[in-house]
């Protein structure tokens, strides 16, 4: 009989052998696309499982150039996902340049992977489309968020759709570098799983594309009082008239409506669309109210957070701790297998 894995967490969280991780883009405010495409996923799945969540500021340099902008939004986001439920005493939240071992296995990941497979990355041309230069940072962004995933073992990725091809890049980079070192019944890195939630793959910026910081159409998790509201009054609807009845399946409007009320309200809601007499001043006002609603606790844990400087801090340098000890045994592992020397 097999003898009991003693080396497994006693944490029955840990004990599926299921790794989260995920990494967050400090680029600015989030907003609602990066709510329901990400960080509620995150939210949900940091107490079930072991998850490393980093804030990927490497990742972030090839859209912003400036030293104090970087620092902020690097602090932001945390502050951002404390006040949305994140539990620093459930999973590690911590800062990507932190684990600096991250940037190590970058390199060795470069040496498994042609270029000619990065050059057909959607994100890659779309960038160079929307006008940024096309450097080795911005060429090179899915293998260093390969080694992010892999350096944790990652097994599940929760990201949105968008990120479909950078996970196939990390994980074929696992399968790589499994084959090319390890023994057949010892890979090094399990192959990461996309977790993907279909439904909510594009939630309508208010101009009606998907909601992206680089189409100026978000409307931000944080934003409140006036700016909440004129974004919501943005959004593009068509010209019905009040009094006609109006197809709710057909409005950006009640698209976002959707994602935030139970099955009853959407039920509701929609019924007035379709009975007329109901415009769409009066489906913002109802979005506004569902918005105003969700985030009402986070606001003002977020408020209170602002004013704790330190202790944010000190949630981050913790769980970089956690991360470097999860890391480091991999990164042995890792050079032993590819014979780069460590003297000291
Ligand atoms: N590229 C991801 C995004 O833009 C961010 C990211 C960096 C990431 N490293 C990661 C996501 C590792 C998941 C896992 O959203």
Same mark, same amino acid.
């Given at each position: ?6 080396? /497994? /967490? ?11 991780? /995920? ?11 990066? =709510? ?33 902008? $970087? ?52 994100? =890659? ?27 944790? !073992? ?8 968008? #990120? ?32 993907? $939630? ?9 101009? !009606? ?21 004129? /974004?919501?009054? *943005? ?26 009320? &139970?099955?009853?309200? #959407? ?10 007499? =109901? !415009? =769409? ?11 105003? &609603?969700?985030?009402?606790?986070? *606001? ?7 004013? *704790? ?36």
């Amino acid at each position: 009989m097999e003898a009991p894995d003693t080396t /497994s /967490s006693p944490d029955a969280a840990a004990a599926d052998g299921t790794v989260v991780v /995920s990494g967050i883009q400090p680029s600015g405010r989030l907003h609602l696309g990066n =709510y329901f495409g990400a960080i509620r996923q995150h939210i949900d799945l940091h107490k079930e499982h072991d998850a490393f969540y980093f804030i990927v500021n490497y990742h972030a340099m090839t859209t912003v150039q400036d030293a104090d902008q $970087l620092r902020q939004h690097t602090f932001d986001v945390a502050l951002d996902y404390l006040a949305l439920g994140f539990d620093p005493e459930e999973a590690a939240l911590f800062v990507q340049s932190d684990v600096p071992e991250v940037t190590e296995l970058t390199w060795i990941f470069f040496n498994l992977i042609p270029t000619s497979y990065l050059e057909k990355g959607v994100a =890659y041309k779309e960038k160079i489309n929307a006008g940024l230069t096309p450097n080795a940072g911005l060429f090179n962004y899915p293998v260093l968020q390969a080694a992010d995933i892999l350096a944790y !073992g990652g097994t599940h990725v929760p990201v949105g759709a968008d #990120q479909k091809q950078n996970l196939e890049i990390a994980r074929e980079l696992a399968r790589r570098f499994n084959h090319r070192y390890c023994p057949d019944d010892e890979p090094l890195f399990p192959v990461p799983e996309p977790h993907i $939630l279909d439904h909510v793959a594009v939630v309508p910026g208010t101009d !009606g594309r998907k909601m992206s910081k680089s189409y100026d159409n978000t409307i931000g998790i944080f934003d409140e009082g006036d700016a909440l509201k004129e /974004s919501v009054m *943005r959004i593009v609807t068509d010209s019905t008239p009040l009094e006609e009845p109006k197809d709710p399946e057909n409005c950006n409007v009640f698209a976002l409506i959707k994602l935030f009320a &139970d099955e009853e309200t #959407q039920q509701e809601i929609a019924e007035k669309y379709r009975e007329g007499g =109901y !415009g =769409y001043g009066h489906a913002k006002q109802e979005l506004l109210g569902l918005i105003e &609603d969700r985030f009402e606790e986070a *606001r003002a844990r977020r408020k209170e957070l602002k004013k *704790r400087p330190d202790y944010v801090r000190d949630v981050l340098r913790e769980g970089a701790e956690t991360a470097r000890e999860r890391v480091m045994p991999i990164m042995e592992r890792m050079r032993e297998r590819t014979g780069i020397v460590r003297t000291r």
